[in-house]
């Protein structure tokens, strides 16, 4: 199943880009994919938990994901 | 009840005017700016952006949250993102209540929680040309802020009650 991975901000900036998109295995969770993106050049920069989000809710790590879910990485609010 | 986010400099009166009611008693508009310092740094502009969908979704969760503890439906929250110059507003709460504390609690629960939970992060851009993700989870802002620990930058902000 396909699921996207939204970024924003520094986490943007680090990865360089602003979304991916990865094939996951059913059952798989929101650590697995933020698993996924540790592998990549620049995540060595990210928080070891940063917040999650699936689908526009803020989500834990052990959450099942579904397929077409939007999962985000969301970086420390600075909102205000 | 509104929540939204906007590009467009945000009217402060007009969401005052919005919330406004007979039965209301008190108003309390709370307006955030962006400062000329952070830190020791001058700052001469921010740069606000927001995972927008997310932002609006709990931005209404927390209007929610606060009409039901505080007992109004008179609440309007617009943030800005884009770029921001000095002096202008990022956000506005416009709260109204028949009684001033309830209106200055909602107030204050709407802005607190916001800050906490809102996805919105702003790139700072300081009088040298460079420019810095302002990092809430650095503690560098959170130094001497006022009594309440989970408040950002409080400092920053001017609030009106009108009556």
């Known amino acids: 199943m396909t699921v996207t991975v939204l970024l924003f901000a520094s986490y943007a900036d680090s990865l360089g880009a602003r979304s991916m998109r990865f094939d996951m295995p059913q059952g798989a969770t929101v650590a697995d994919v933020l698993g996924r993106v540790r592998a990549l ?8 938990e ?8 803020y989500a834990r790590g052990t959450r099942v994901l579904e397929a077409g879910d ?8 600075a909102g205000g | 009840m509104r929540t939204t986010i906007v590009h467009a400099p945000i009217d402060a009166a007009a969401l005052m005017a919005e919330v406004a009611r007979n039965s209301n008693g008190a108003t309390v508009l709370f307006v955030g ?3 000329d310092l ?15 969908s997310m932002a609006e979704r709990e931005m209404a969760d927390i209007a929610h949250e606060a009409a039901t503890r ?4 008179d609440i309007v929250v617009e943030h800005r993102i884009g770029v921001l110059e000095l002096g202008e507003a990022s956000v506005v709460i416009a709260v109204a209540h028949p009684h001033r504390g309830e209106a200055y609690d909602a107030s204050r629960y709407v802005i607190e929680q916001l800050k906490q939970r809102v996805p919105i992060w702003k790139l700072e851009q300081y009088e040298d040309g460079t420019r810095e993700w302002v990092s809430a989870g650095s503690g560098k802002r959170e130094e001497g802020s006022g009594p309440i620990g989970t408040h950002l930058d409080a400092d920053d ?5 009108a009556r």
């Open chain 1, 41 to 48: 050049p620049g995540a060595d920069r990210l928080p070891s």
């Open chain 1, 50 to 57: 940063p917040l999650m989000a699936v689908n526009e809710r």
């Open chain 1, 70 to 77: 939007e999962v985000a990485i969301i970086p420390p609010v």
């Open chain 2, 33 to 35: 700016t962006v400062r």
């Open chain 2, 38 to 52: 952070n830190d020791g740094r001058p700052v001469n502009g921010m740069e606000y952006t927001a995972y927008r």
């Open chain 2, 70 to 73: 505080f007992g109004t439906m």
């Open chain 2, 157 to 161: 902000d001017s609030v009106v009650e």
